[in-house]
């Protein structure tokens, strides 16, 4: 579950248009589950959404997934493979929605104000419960993605994180469901759409959603009875799960701290950009609620008391402190009646007024913060990172600033090209930028930019280049390409209306949540047209200079409220952070009598036991279910017609997509030299980023934003089933207006065949850039990294996205850092030899998804589109065969908690795949791991995951305490499955839950990119009907047999484990000679 952080680091491509209209959540992601490709989401253990506030568009010329990953594989879940298409009604039709008063006053409700928002083809009403005041937007339009949302204002006092610990505790058992966790056996058994919940710096929100309505209002009731009714409020072992208590299993060992949120929380102190997003936020608003920490400090946690949570509870998660959000195709009049039944249980209370957030008054002068960060031992001395901050005002700006300032952001930072990204990048002052630009969605709006990567000596040097560059720009202006393609891609955004995986009600919330959570407009935020016409018409008339200028001068230049912080590295903070804990630890002990170790060690025991006996029968069926009969029997169909133009073979998509083409252009990788694979995400790079003989990078980059809705170019490979060699491409993909198309098929060619590699300084800064990026992955993700170097050691696939975006590709970065400047030549030659391999209309395929019409129109361009490209490439086909070697590895890094992994390819040991596995491995990762490795393991997350492709099957946890144990219990699932006692009702959860999954909700642009995976790894869907018969047919015999299979992990895994040097040292003294130990950072 997550808190937002207040800064985030530009490597993720941020987009303006979800800063203007999407006030969501997260800025700096802790982890970065949503972008690795890797692995699948483990959605359970997490209950979080990274980058809520980044619609899921193609950041122009910086590719989504390269960013973060440099290769995108494909998890492997079946769900990723299949695909529900939802189109945008083209009729809406406003008059069939709504409430009559008559029906709201009879539930207890009075209708402040009521609108039709064109911007999402809504009627939206806002109503007050009258007996509490709690407030209701209530979205009628025709999306069957339907959302619920209840918000309640949470403005926390100190940094024990009680927000944070409620957040996960009202989850845990409530008066109507009385089991430990109702939200675990939503997870498993329901057909969610998105199921989690937030803490932010002074809200806590709760977000459903669900196509099936029947299934949408039972996780309707589960959450209101949750956060109304928890049982945490009279349970303090919740609190002690949940939130901290200390541990010990007998009174001659060691004290130590447990709990889900602390260790969260230590998972997060342990990165630096999380540190600086702290560091900076609390600097800036030293006075009010924003300067401690909602989400909680792992020093501080321990202070908290159960009382202070109780009365925490009943002060504010009161309807009177309510917000509710309901969006969607449902009966409107069947939602207040719902509301009334909870709500009216309550008299109105004073809360709404107590949980107002005070403003931060503005400072007279800048102020300066030195922070320390745990750093490795390595002695790179650039490892300095230093950020400047301003808030923007003191009160909440008027909507047309606003706008403007998110406008400015963007062509200051959104592309590549924008110039205080370039200018900043280019220094050489620093690997990369941190600091997310405009921010606001708290109630002051603030600027953040900065570098890391920097040496000391050269900080003084990356502050004036900040402030000089900031007073360049407000003297000289924008140029006029920069300005359009800014707008073009925010007005692109906002018309597609890609929110990606994203409910689009649930983006609706977030950005209206903004502003009515300050008791504002919440209409305001939704309508976008009219502000955005009128700030384009400004321009128009006025100059950008005229616009932009006096915003830079005025917020910025002559503010006074700067915050600078500085993060030095310190290789001892780690051990000194564990030998504090320690200390305290010790020193709680030695404060203890005989009697009080022997009730703590019973008290330790009887939390186990209670986290280890399962719910009984009763209380599980107390949460509503839907049957299997409410199940499709059928895949979900996607339109795939396969032809050929030229010789090509040509995928089409008719779905309904509002006028925009998709499209994708995949090259065949396997005619590449197998030393030249890890060149490639810094290929696709270059391609976008490098220019051509007549077009500089920055043109190029413009020319992208004015034409397109942008263009990504990233490496994909995957396993396939029942074949030695992978399936390995290269991706071009893009999207524009159906009318621009023509554009896009050129701009595609362009940076083909056309861009030219002989930019050596800006080559140098990738690979700064994605050093950083991978060691941020390493320190925030390691159970990606762990996932990836075991995948590596089990097959080709694996091995090769290792190469390009595991522990390998981050030493070739480092070797290839200090290589640039002697072999340039040579670089630059292998860059262009992966052109000439894999460049080729012979090796190429194309897909497309738009509308028939549309379709059909681009057929000529596509044509066009081949011709150009070379008829072969010159290299001849090569295979690649390489595996890492398979010993046990344990990877040292500077954290306070680990990731581990152990995983063994299935299929060698004579596995046939069935549908059945689906719902097994769904159902181990949401009982016996979340019950061993999360709730009595005390981690944040344990999952398995099973690549059905390749036949690996993996066990891995996340900001995990232990080590061994973990390992221990994953050693311990085959028995698990085989002493399963199994009633028919938790089966039937299981497989409406998997199908849940498989029936994943898609926007048509990803139906269509699914398809085409499909197509590439040989799915047919023939299989897919096959496979989900089995899914629905799974039987607890099934269960049982997988025992045998899934059994090869524990004698055959291979283990590899991302962990602090102690926790390394510890568990090497206990297993000697178990683990190969490498540091890495
Ligand atoms: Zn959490």
């Not at 494909?74 to 769900?79: A, D, H, K």
């Not at 889900?260 to 609620?289: C, H, W």
């Not at 990048?425 to 990369?432: K, T, V």
């Not at 920069?482 to 692109?492: D, G, L, Q, R």
Request: charged fraction near 25%; charge should be negative; aromatic fraction near 8%.
């Amino acid at each position: 579950m997550e808190r937002t952080i207040l800064l985030r680091s530009l490597s993720c491509s941020p987009l303006a248009c979800s800063r203007l209209f999407s006030r969501s959540a997260h800025r700096l992601p802790a982890h970065s589950f949503s972008r690795s490709h890797s692995r699948p989401i483990p959605r359970g253990p997490c209950r979080r959404s990274p980058h809520l506030r980044r619609w899921r568009l193609l950041p122009v010329a910086s590719s989504p997934y390269s960013s973060s990953s440099s290769c995108v594989r494909f998890s492997g879940r079946y769900s990723s493979l299949s695909a529900r298409a939802v189109a945008t009604p083209t009729q809406p039709s406003p008059e069939t929605f709504g409430v009559s008063d008559g029906v709201a006053e009879k539930y207890g409700f009075e209708k402040v104000s009521e609108e039709f928002i064109k911007e999402c083809k809504s009627k939206a009403t806002l109503f007050r419960h009258k007996k509490t005041g709690a407030e209701i937007m209530s979205v009628s339009n025709e999306d069957e993605n339907k959302v619920f949302g209840i918000v309640f204002r949470t403005p926390p006092k100190d940094s024990t994180g009680i927000p944070h610990i409620l957040e996960h505790s009202v989850l845990c058992g409530s008066r109507k469901y009385p089991l430990k966790e109702p939200f675990v056996e939503l997870l498993k058994g329901s057909l969610h759409t998105f199921l989690n919940a937030f803490t932010y710096p002074d809200r806590t929100c709760y977000p459903v959603a669900s196509t099936n309505t029947k299934d949408f209002y039972n996780l309707v009731d589960v959450y209101l009875d949750a956060v109304f009714f928890p049982k945490c409020v009279e349970d303090i072992q919740t609190f002690q799960q949940e939130g901290w208590h200390y541990e010990l299993d007998n009174p001659s060992e060691e004290i130590s701290y447990k709990g889900v949120v602390f260790n969260e929380m230590k998972g997060v102190y342990s990165q630096p950009d999380s540190i600086l997003g702290r560091a900076s936020q609390q600097a800036l608003f030293p006075d009010n609620t924003y300067g401690v920490d909602s989400g909680g400090d792992p020093q501080v946690i321990p202070k908290l008391t159960f009382e202070e949570f109780q009365e925490f509870h009943q002060k504010y998660y009161h309807p009177s402190n309510a917000r509710i959000w309901f969006y969607g195709d449902d009966d409107p009049n069947e939602r207040l009646r719902i509301l009334n039944e909870y709500l009216d249980q309550f008299d109105a209370n004073s809360a709404a007024n107590d949980s107002k957030v005070e403003p931060q008054k503005l400072f007279s002068k800048p102020v300066r913060v030195v922070e320390k960060y745990p750093a490795g031992e390595g002695n790179d001395a650039k490892k300095h990172m230093v950020c400047l901050n301003w808030l923007l005002s003191e009160k909440p700006l008027d909507l047309e600033t606003e706008l403007s300032l998110g406008f400015l952001d963007h062509l200051m930072l959104g592309f590549p090209a924008s110039p205080l990204r370039k200018i900043l990048l280019e220094s050489g002052l620093g690997d990369a930028i941190v600091g997310g630009g405009i921010e606001d969605e708290l109630l002051q709006p603030q600027f953040s930019i900065g570098l890391k990567g920097v040496s000391e000596d050269d900080i003084p040097k990356v502050e004036e280049l900040i402030m000089n560059t900031l007073k360049k720009l407000a003297e000289e202006g924008f140029d006029t390409d920069a300005v359009e393609a800014s707008m073009n891609t925010i007005e692109f955004s906002l018309r597609e209306n890609n929110t990606g995986s994203f409910p689009r009600g649930l983006s609706l919330m977030l950005r209206s949540i903004g502003k009515w959570i300050y008791d504002m407009n919440p209409f305001e935020p939704l309508k976008y047209e009219e502000p955005l016409m009128a700030l384009k018409k400004r321009i128009a008339k006025e100059g950008s200079k005229a616009v932009f200028s006096p915003l830079i001068e005025k917020f910025i230049l002559n503010n006074p409220h700067l915050v600078t912080v500085e993060m030095q590295p310190d290789t001892e903070k780690a051990a000194q952070d564990e030998a504090f804990e320690k200390e305290i630890l010790e020193k709680v002990k030695a404060s203890m009598t005989e009697e009080d170790l022997a009730e703590l060690a019973r008290a330790t025991m009887e939390l186990r036991l209670k986290q280890e006996t399962p719910d009984p029968p009763e209380a599980l069926k107390a949460v509503p279910s839907l049957s299997l009969s409410d199940i499709p029997k059928e895949p979900i169909h996607v339109p795939t017609e396969v032809g050929d133009i030229d010789g090509v073979k040509v995928l089409q998509h008719d779905l309904f997509t509002n006028d925009v083409l998709y499209t994708e252009v995949a090259f065949d990788m396997s005619p590449l030299k197998q030393e030249l694979l890890q060149f490639v995400p810094l290929f696709c790079q270059s391609l976008l980023e490098m220019g051509t003989k007549d077009l500089s990078f920055v043109q190029l980059n413009q020319l992208i934003g004015r034409k397109t809705g942008g263009i990504s170019v990233y490496p994909f490979t995957s396993s396939v089933r029942g074949k030695e060699d992978p399936c390995s491409h290269l991706i071009v993909r893009g999207k524009s207006m159906a009318g621009r198309a023509d554009d896009l098929f050129n701009l595609v060619n362009i940076i083909l065949q056309e861009v030219q590699f002989t930019d050596q300084q800006r080559f140098k800064q990738f690979v700064s850039q994605s050093k950083a990026r991978m060691e941020n992955r390493l320190r925030g993700s390691g159970h990606g990294i762990a996932a990836a170097r075991m995948d590596a050691k089990l097959n080709v696939a694996g091995w090769i996205s290792e190469q390009m975006g595991g522990i390998s590709y981050l030493e070739f970065l480092r070797s290839l850092e200090e290589r640039v400047d002697q072999d340039w030549d040579e670089i630059s030659s292998s860059l262009e030899e992966i052109r000439k391999s894999l460049l080729s209309k012979s090796s190429c395929l194309i897909n497309m998804t738009a509308d028939g019409q549309n379709l059909r129109n681009s057929e000529k361009l596509v044509s066009k589109f081949l011709d150009s490209l070379p008829r072969n490439s010159n290299a001849a086909s090569t295979s690649w065969r390489a595996r890492l070697s398979p010993e046990n590895e344990a990877i040292v890094i500077p954290t306070q908690v680990n990731y581990v992994g152990k995983a063994a390819n299935i299929y060698e040991t004579g596995y046939q795949l069935d549908g059945s596995a689906y719902v097994i491995s769904k159902y181990i990762s949401n009982t016996w791991l979340w019950d061993r490795v999360r709730v009595s393991g005390g981690a944040y997350g344990g999952f398995c995951d099973f690549d059905t492709h390749s036949g690996v099957f993996s066990f891995l946890s996340y900001r995990d305490p232990n080590l061994l144990k973990t390992l221990d219990i994953y050693d311990a699932t085959a028995d698990f499955l085989r002493e399963l006692e199994m009633d028919d009702d938790t089966l039937t959860k299981a497989i409406i839950g998997t199908i849940g999954d498989v029936d994943s909700y898609q926007l048509p642009d990803a139906k269509g990119y699914s398809s085409l995976l499909r197509h590439l790894l040989g799915i047919t869907d023939e299989e897919r009907q096959k496979r989900r018969e089995e899914i629905l047919s799974t039987s607890v015999k099934d269960f049982k047999e997988f025992a045998d299979a899934i059994e090869a992990v524990r004698n055959k895994g291979v283990s590899v484990t991302v962990a602090s040097p102690d926790d390394v040292e510890a568990a090497h003294r206990e297993r000697s000679g178990h683990f190969q130990v490498k540091k890495v950072l």
